[in-house]
């Protein structure tokens, strides 16, 4: 197709991509149109278009879907947070169980059945983590999300998928930047203070984090004012990060006001957390996630158990209550410090075993000597949305476990180690590449 930038077009969509944009198929060619959905007859703008595809923008759906809803979120489409809104919820499960299944057989050549996708008994209001960029330019301060694929700020006032409490500390945040006149960062020439807001909610109690380029945080009782008058269970952080650098958080915390770890329960386990210490976002779905895989470990009182990338240790202790001993990998120092304490305050020391440094560089010997013993041992993964490093999977193909179960936040880096761990792709080149060998 002889496609120009700007054009305008009209086509019926006729499937669903891997990032929830709608798909135009004709004479082989591909046009890539974010929030339509399969069937709908749709007006698209051509934003950029090469020799085998291209990407539109949605001007006008014509024909509407069933499945189309209205957006609950205002900034739905600008921000780059949401793919998903503007569709039910039940075609959403149906599209990541979807989803699933086309990564492993897209990416590593794995055709299997894939489970539907369990629903969550909140549609809203179920992240108990906050994380907002901010800025300054010559328009003023901006607090909210990064459009997609960029690093412009989307001003927002409330999130749909965040608590009440999200809308409450956004508005303090902007009521004290523009009072005492203290500016975000602007990433181009370095200057301004305020970097990130990260807000934990750890058993209905919020460690608030403010991510700050300089050493001290200007006018910090004023706000620690504002944060007391709106707020009840909270402690106040800051974070310190002079870096020129993309990752959100710096090494040094100080804790201004409050605890500077919360203790909660959760499946008869009390932990604790700071806020440096990872919790699955979706507490509404954490018990289910962790339920099966414990059932697809199939642990019984002679089995070791390594929970790598264990965080806080609670996925380790429940593996600890019925194994012959279960053992935490985790590189954050403050989580490893928290699961220590929750072994103790669950009576589980010496049922768990929790180890401060790289997964890769602990698990093959860790395996070893534990086959030694002539016990099962099961391997528990659950990394961060980049998944594994080749070295980790690398380490657990020389140590064989008997059984790994993977837990992921990303259908393509799931697909990608587990093409890995099966041979179904190989290392060549510098990549990975899909195993032509018999």
Not at 138 to 166: L, Q
Not at 322 to 342: F, K, P
Request: with cysteine.
């Amino acid at each position: 197709m002889d496609l120009k930038k700007n054009e305008e077009c009209r086509a019926t969509i006729s499937s669903t991509g891997v990032n929830g944009e709608g798909i135009v198929k004709k004479d082989g060619y591909t046009i890539f149109v974010p929030y339509a959905l399969p069937n709908e007859k749709v007006q698209f703008k051509i934003l950029k278009a090469t020799k085998n595809y291209a990407f539109g923008k949605l001007l006008n759906v014509i024909t509407p879907a069933d499945e189309r809803i209205r957006p609950k979120c205002s900034v739905f489409t600008k921000c780059g947070g949401c793919q998903l809104q503007h569709v039910k919820y039940g075609y959403q499960l149906k599209y990541k169980t979807k989803m699933v299944q086309e990564c492993l057989a897209k990416i590593a050549g794995i055709t299997t059945p894939v489970s539907s996708c369990i629903r969550s008994e909140q549609d809203w209001e179920y992240r108990n983590k906050l994380q907002l960029p901010i800025t300054s330019d010559e328009k003023g301060n901006h607090v909210g999300f990064f459009a997609e694929n960029s690093h412009r700020i989307v001003d927002i006032t409330e999130c749909p998928i965040h608590p009440a409490w999200s809308k409450i500390i956004i508005s303090i945040i902007r009521n004290f930047m523009a009072t005492y006149n203290v500016r975000g960062y602007n990433e181009t020439d370095g200057t301004g203070i305020l970097r990130h807001i990260v807000v934990r909610e750890i058993g209905g109690n919020l460690i608030v984090v403010l991510v700050i380029n300089a050493d001290v945080l200007p006018f910090a009782d004023e706000l620690l004012k504002m944060l007391t008058a709106k707020l009840n269970r909270f402690s106040f952080f800051i974070n310190i990060n002079k870096e020129n650098t993309n990752v959100v958080c710096g090494s040094k915390y100080v804790c201004l006001y409050g605890k500077s770890r919360y203790v909660a329960e959760e499946f008869g386990i009390s932990y604790e957390a700071g806020p440096e210490t990872f919790l699955q976002i979706n507490g509404s779905v954490r018990k289910k996630i962790y339920d099966r895989a414990i059932r697809l470990a199939e642990i019984d009182e002679n089995t070791y158990v390594i929970d790598a990338y264990s965080g806080a240790g609670l996925m380790t202790a429940m593996c600890a209550k019925t194994a012959r001993r279960a053992y935490g990998i985790e590189i954050v120092q403050e989580a490893v410090s928290c699961a220590d304490h929750l072994a103790e305050m669950n009576g589980l020391v010496g049922k768990m075993v929790n180890i401060c440094g790289a997964c890769e560089a602990e698990i093959p010997t860790l395996v070893h000597s534990l086959k030694a013993e002539g016990s099962p041992v099961v391997v528990l993964l659950d990394p961060p949305r980049k998944g594994c490093e080749e070295s980790v999977l690398d380490a657990l193909l020389a140590s064989k476990p008997d059984r790994i179960v993977y837990i992921s936040c990303n259908p393509a880096t799931l697909a990608r180690d587990l093409g890995y761990l099966t041979n179904k792709l190989v290392r060549r080149d510098g990549a990975l590449l899909k195993n032509d060998t018999p």
